[in-house]
């Protein structure tokens, strides 16, 4: 079985990366990278659970166009 | 043992039986395990029949028939049931991929955002679902899960809009190659112990043969040539249970999972 990598790299805007180190002094959280993968698997597991993958508002429109496009929505 | 159930939108025997020279992995397949055309009792409708397969319930217990009602997308938890990852989850590591019952497609315990929002509609679209569902399901396939569901939803939407032209079956033998990847480039098969349910929701025919019009012959896409017919493909490996209807695939993995065998 192939050996899966750990970990990898994510890049966010520097600005935000500073406002979350702020964000988390005197925390349980030793970096910005555990706090990021806590919030992020927080909003995975939500999306699983409530059935509805995190799309933003404007993609619900896409897909609507898209229905319309193929007929499904008329 | 993984179970793997792969999922194919429209996949239709008209198209397969006739090209098995071509269709190389089908005829593995086919000569690995058992092959079948299921007969539809409900019309062939993609969200309903996927809904039933993994939910076990018919179109009357499960109410949902469309990807849209009233005007609205139809989102999971409209549909008052539990399909077969809700009962399994806690029991066994369960990963689902892509299964069109509503859009986008649903997966559980993946993190897979559908191409085009689960509705691919250009040829760009259907390389780029084809390629990230057979990576994203092969790297599943390396966890060795209990349970994989897979689906790749493009040939639906190619027999939609080229029935009857040669490209259809470029397509099925794009999607050959991915099956015959996933399979047994992988080393899921031959083995004793993985089980494999390769199924389809509905088959296809021309436009006007089609007992259930499920869309407008004109769309903003151009002219349909193609419709569903209610005839499905099935080929199982290493799978007892007989498979009638969509719905006993939801009996056949409730009992590999949570019943004794008798």
Redesign the interface.
């Known amino acids: 079985?192939?050996r899966?990598k750990k970990f990898t790299t994510v890049s966010i805007p520097v600005q935000l990366f500073e406002k979350i180190k702020k964000q988390i002094e005197n925390t349980g959280f030793p970096s910005v990278s555990s706090y990021v993968g806590y919030l992020l698997r927080e909003v995975?597991v939500e999306a699983?659970e409530?059935?509805?993958?995190p799309?933003a508002r404007e993609?619900?429109e896409?897909?609507?166009r898209?229905?319309?496009?193929?007929?499904?929505?008329? | 043992m993984t179970f793997f159930v792969l999922g194919i939108d429209g996949a239709s025997w008209n198209v397969i039986r006739p090209n098995l020279k071509v269709l190389k992995n089908f005829a593995r397949l086919i000569q690995a395990g058992k092959a079948k055309e299921i007969v539809l009792r409900e019309k062939p409708i993609s969200a309903a029949i996927w809904c039933g397969m993994f939910s076990g319930k018919t179109v009357e217990e499960h109410g949902h028939l469309e990807f849209t009602k009233d005007g609205k997308i139809v989102k999971r938890e409209d549909i008052p049931v539990k399909f077969i990852w809700d009962i399994l989850k806690d029991k066994i590591d369960v990963r689902v991929l892509n299964v069109p019952f509503v859009v986008p497609p649903y997966s559980f315990n993946v993190d897979f955002r559908p191409v085009g929002f689960g509705l691919p509609s250009n040829e760009k679209e259907w390389e780029e679902e084809l390629e990230r569902v057979t990576e994203t399901t092969k790297e599943l396939l390396t966890w060795k899960p209990d349970l994989l569901i897979s689906v790749f939803t493009l040939l639906d939407r190619v027999q939609h809009f080229h029935w009857g032209e040669p490209v259809v079956l470029e397509w099925y033998k794009k999607l050959d190659e991915k099956i015959g990847e996933l399979v047994w480039d992988t080393g899921f098969l031959p083995s004793e112990t993985n089980k494999l349910i390769l199924i389809s929701d509905h088959g296809f025919c021309s436009f006007g043969e089609a007992k259930v019009q499920t869309l407008p012959k004109r769309t903003p896409y151009g002219e349909l040539k193609g419709d569903h017919l209610e005839r499905a493909v099935l080929i199982t490996v290493n799978v007892e249970e007989e498979i009638e209807q969509p719905q006993d695939v939801f009996r056949v993995l409730e009992k590999e999972f949570l019943r004794t065998k008798s």
Request: zero cysteines.
């Open positions: 079985m192939p899966r995975l699983h409530s059935g509805e993958m799309f993609d619900a896409k897909i609507r898209r229905l319309r496009a193929l007929g499904y929505l008329r």
